[in-house]
């Protein structure tokens, strides 16, 4: 893999939860107004602690978002559930050491999802944007 994003992007089009969702569309970066697609949100990519040898832990910090149906109370419950598992299958993920395909020279060692919540109803009503924020520790090496 050369890339970050590009490894988190396999990695979250391989999560079998997206496959409930009749996706139109994934995008990096940013969204459609249509229900039924997603992006992947590149936040920041901290260094944590330095080694003195060159490299260190770093984390990578990238969002979710997750446009669908919200019309009615039980879309936006069925929304929520569904971010709820979201979160739960990262966690299951991080337990069982499955990460994202990262270059060469990157290790990762932790995953987790936080703050998935809705972020923003559309003017109409109609769909909802749903945010999960992930954070991917891994170490560096250096040279």
Known sequence: MSTMIQGVKEYIAACPLLKEIPLKARHVDWTSGDANNYGIMFDSDNLVKPFISGGGKHEYNFTLFVRKFAKEDADRLENSEFVERLQDWCGKQ????????????????KLSAVNGSLFERDKTGNTGLYQIQFKLNYIKSGG
């Not at 994202?100 to 290790?107: E, F, I, Q, R, S």
């Open 94 to 109: 991080n337990s069982t050491k499955n990460f994202p395909v990262m270059p060469k020279g990157c290790t990762p060692t």
